[in-house]
C-alpha cells in the first residue's frame, strides 16, 4: 500500500505479506519507515487497514501538529 499527501510527499509504505506469520528476515534491508504486516490472503484484510490506518495514516505527531495549527484532517477515501 502506498499513499501521498496533498503536497505530494509519499507516506511511508505499507507491505503485506501472505501468510500464518511474519518472519524478521522479511524486514531487513526494506525501505526505511516501511510498515509491515500478514494476511492469511496476502490482500489488505480488516486488521491490516486498521494497523495502516492508525499508524502511517493517524499517528499522534499529525493529530497533535493538526490540533496546535488549528488544521482539520480529512481523510478522502475513494
Partial sequence: M???TAAGQLLPLYVVYKSEAMWDM???GGPSNCRYNRSKCGWFDSVCFHDWFKTVIFTMEV???CEKHKIAFVCLLT
Fill in 2 to 4: 502506498f499513499a501521498g
Fill in 26 to 28: 522479511w524486514r531487513q
Fill in 63 to 65: 493529530l497533535q501538529a
